[in-house]
């Protein structure tokens, strides 16, 4: 006799119970204590569940973040929507994701810094229009290319290069702790004012 189907309460449920397991993993062993099978024990269901649920292990992880990630966006959709002048929108959201790396590090390291494991295979590309940072920072650098504000070039590796800037600030003093670097909060006027002298027209 086959098993009743479960209701959307129950599917979500189920849900909720697999990313708590997940999350306990991560919190109490790190990112490599999550594998398929350490996440279903602790949840008390199937591997075959997690992958029914999720896809893959990479789409159990992002779905640990996605709210957070969701009201972060809004949080730089609203920052850009203040400043009409290009170079203005441009400096308040490198501002805005320096800011959003140091305060909020948790969720960045585990969203932005993650390495993902060559066992895991590689991943699909997203496209960048899905995320809002990046296509604010290229909106921001067309319409300033359109005016003479920002230098030439082509605006997807000028994004790219800004947010490699911003992203390093925040990742190397972390990754490489070992050394004597600065912190990321006290180069962060340093770093926006250099990245913006690279920009301008």
Request: cysteine-free; overall charge neutral; charged content about 20%.
């Amino acid at each position: 006799m086959a098993r009743p189907k479960a209701t959307p309460e129950q599917r979500a449920q189920t849900r909720r119970s697999i990313q708590r397991a997940a999350t306990e993993l991560y919190r109490e062993q790190g990112a490599s204590a999550i594998s398929a099978r350490a996440v279903a024990k602790r949840a008390g269901v199937s591997v075959g569940t997690i992958y029914s649920y999720f896809g893959d292990l990479a789409g159990l992880g992002q779905s640990l973040w996605e709210g957070r990630i969701a009201r972060q966006d809004e949080v730089f959709r609203e920052i850009a929507a203040r400043h009409a002048d290009p170079l203005a929108r441009i400096e308040a959201l490198l501002e805005a994701y320096l800011t959003f790396g140091i305060e909020q590090h948790e969720l960045y390291r585990s969203t932005l810094m993650y390495v993902r494991p060559s066992a895991l295979g590689n991943p699909e590309k997203q496209d960048l229009s899905a995320f809002a940072f990046p296509t604010l920072l290229k909106a921001a650098i067309e319409q300033g290319q359109g005016s003479g504000q920002v230098a030439d070039g082509d605006p997807a590796t000028l994004t790219q290069l800004l947010w490699s800037g911003v992203h390093g600030a925040l990742a190397l003093p972390i990754n490489l702790d070992r050394l004597k670097l600065t912190p990321a909060a006290e180069v962060l006027e340093m770093t926006v004012a250099g990245l913006m002298r690279m920009v301008r027209g």
